[in-house]
Nanobody, 124 residues
């Protein structure tokens, strides 16, 4: 069964950090580009960052550049999202997904399997 499972979310104060994980099962993650997306209540889904299958290409949303870092450990079938300097506007449910196109401006429109999401709340 193809599955992605996110974890690592929680409540953090502004300026704090969290590290999200995305573990794949039922398929080989290294074959796919991977994206992290988020959706806040009442807002549209937003693409946060995409990473190529080799890890050599990344594309970040302007809102997270310099604060978030995506990485992947293909040997562990896992992708990560390190989030630093968190802001209240980063509050959302974060999802990982396989990306069926390149990590370009259209990547959020070409997604494969998703995880169930992990909630991040940034609040004092």
């Amino acid at each position: 069964q193809v599955q992605l499972v996110e974890s690592g979310g929680g409540l953090v104060q502004p300026g704090g950090s969290l590290r999200l994980s995305c573990v794949a099962s039922g398929f080989t993650l290294s074959y796919y580009n991977i994206g992290w997306l988020r959706q806040a209540p009442g807002k549209e889904r937003e693409g946060v960052v995409c990473i190529s299958s080799s890890g050599t290409v990344t594309l970040y949303a302007d809102s997270v550049k310099g604060r978030f870092t995506i990485s992947r450990d293909n040997a562990k079938n896992t992708a990560f999202l390190q989030m630093n300097s968190l802001k209240p506007e980063d509050t959302a449910t974060y999802y990982c997904a396989t990306v069926l196109t390149g990590c370009d401006s259209r990547w959020t429109g070409e997604l494969g399997p998703w995880g169930q999401g992990t909630q991040v709340i940034v609040s004092s």
